[in-house]
C-alpha cells in the first residue's frame, strides 16, 4: 500500500502545471509470465516513453517523492521517477544512515552520515537509468530508482490494467518494467490525441527472468562487518 501511496504522489506532482491541452488517454493490459503462464508480481510499473524526446524541461522538474529510512529498511524499497525529479531520504530511526549509490555514473551519488532527520538528504536524478541505493552503514538496506524520460508513469495492480490520462499528444511506446529484470517489455508505437482514447491491440507481456541478487559493498569498496548480535 505504501509503494501504491507514493507511486501516485510521483504522477500527481509530475503532471504538468498550469493551463494545458485536453490531453488524450491510454489503456490497456500487461502481464507478468513464467513459464508461459501469467503470475502475479509486485512491483510492476508501466511508463509511456515519447518515440521523439521533447525540448524543454526536464519532465521531472518541480517533482519530488521519498524514500524513508525506516527500522534499517528503505520504505518503499522501488520508485520511478521521471528525469530531473529529486528524491529525499528522511531518516526516520534513531541512528545514523548513508545513502549512496555506486552505480556506474551518471548515477553514482553519496548523501554521507546523517542520524533522525524526517525531511533529509536529497538527490535530483538528471539521468535516465536504473540506479542501485544502498546504506553504508547497514547491508541489508537496499532500494532501487528508475529514471525515465517521462512524467506519465503509474504502478500496475493485480488486474494488470493500464490507464494513463491527460496525456499530450504525441507518438508513444508502452514500457513495462520490474526492478531487477533482465528486460523491460514495449509495445508498438501508439499516437495519443487530443480527447481521444487510445486501446492497446495487444495485451503487453514481461517476461519474468530475475537477475540474481549481486552482493555489494561498502561505499570505499571494503566488505561490510560480520554482524554478530
Same mark, same amino acid.
Given at each position: 500500500?505504501?509503494? +501504491?501511496?507514493?507511486?501516485?504522489?510521483?504522477?500527481?506532482?509530475?503532471?504538468?502545471?498550469?493551463?494545458?491541452?485536453?490531453?488524450?488517454?491510454?489503456? #490497456?493490459?500487461?502481464?507478468?509470465? &513464467?513459464?508461459? %503462464?501469467?503470475?502475479?508480481?509486485?512491483?510492476? @510499473?508501466? @511508463? +509511456?516513453?515519447?518515440?521523439?524526446?521533447?525540448?524543454?524541461?526536464?519532465? #521531472?522538474?518541480?517533482?519530488?517523492?521519498? $524514500?524513508?529510512?525506516? !527500522?534499517?529498511?528503505?520504505?518503499?524499497? =522501488?520508485?520511478?521517477?521521471?528525469?530531473?525529479?529529486?528524491? &529525499?531520504?528522511?531518516? @526516520?530511526?534513531?541512528?545514523?544512515?548513508?545513502?549512496?549509490?555506486?552505480?556506474?555514473?551518471? #548515477?553514482?551519488? *553519496?548523501?554521507?552520515?546523517?542520524?533522525?532527520?524526517?525531511?533529509?538528504?536529497?538527490?535530483?536524478?538528471?539521468?535516465?537509468?536504473? $540506479?542501485?541505493?544502498?546504506?553504508?552503514?547497514? !547491508?541489508?538496506?537496499?532500494? %532501487?530508482? %528508475?529514471?525515465?524520460?517521462?512524467?506519465?508513469?503509474?504502478?500496475?495492480? &493485480?488486474?494488470?490494467?493500464?490507464?494513463?490520462?491527460?496525456?499530450?499528444?504525441?507518438?508513444?511506446?508502452?514500457?513495462?518494467?520490474?526492478?531487477?529484470? !533482465?528486460?523491460?517489455?514495449?509495445?508498438?508505437? $501508439?499516437?495519443?490525441?487530443?480527447?481521444?482514447?487510445?486501446?492497446?491491440? *495487444?495485451?503487453?507481456? +514481461?517476461?519474468?527472468?530475475?537477475?540474481? =541478487?549481486?552482493?555489494?559493498?561498502? %561505499?570505499?569498496?571494503?566488505? @561490510?562487518? $560480520?554482524?554478530?548480535?
Amino acid at each position: 500500500m505504501k509503494r +501504491l501511496l507514493l507511486a501516485t504522489l510521483v504522477l500527481a506532482l509530475a503532471a504538468p502545471t498550469g493551463p494545458a491541452p485536453h490531453g488524450g488517454s491510454v489503456r #490497456g493490459r500487461i502481464r507478468v509470465i &513464467a513459464n508461459g %503462464k501469467p503470475v502475479a508480481h509486485d512491483d510492476v @510499473y508501466v @511508463y +509511456l516513453q515519447p518515440v521523439r524526446r521533447r525540448r524543454g524541461a526536464l519532465p #521531472g522538474t518541480g517533482v519530488s517523492t521519498e $524514500i524513508r529510512q525506516q !527500522k534499517e529498511e528503505f520504505v518503499p524499497h =522501488v520508485v520511478v521517477v521521471p528525469v530531473g525529479a529529486s528524491v &529525499a531520504f528522511p531518516n @526516520y530511526d534513531n541512528e545514523e544512515h548513508n545513502v549512496f549509490s555506486p552505480t556506474d555514473p551518471p #548515477g553514482q551519488f *553519496d548523501l554521507q552520515r546523517y542520524n533522525t532527520d524526517k525531511k533529509g538528504k536529497s538527490h535530483v536524478f538528471e539521468d535516465a537509468g536504473e $540506479i542501485d541505493i544502498y546504506c553504508d552503514i547497514h !547491508k541489508q538496506m537496499r532500494a %532501487k530508482v %528508475k529514471v525515465v524520460d517521462t512524467p506519465y508513469i503509474a504502478a500496475v495492480g &493485480a488486474d494488470g490494467k493500464i490507464a494513463f490520462d491527460h496525456v499530450a499528444p504525441g507518438t508513444y511506446k508502452v514500457m513495462g518494467w520490474l526492478p531487477d529484470n !533482465k528486460e523491460e517489455t514495449s509495445s508498438e508505437p $501508439i499516437v495519443v490525441t487530443d480527447d481521444k482514447t487510445t486501446v492497446l491491440p *495487444d495485451e503487453l507481456h +514481461l517476461q519474468l527472468d530475475l537477475l540474481p =541478487v549481486r552482493p555489494h559493498t561498502r %561505499k570505499d569498496g571494503t566488505q @561490510y562487518p $560480520i554482524y554478530k548480535p
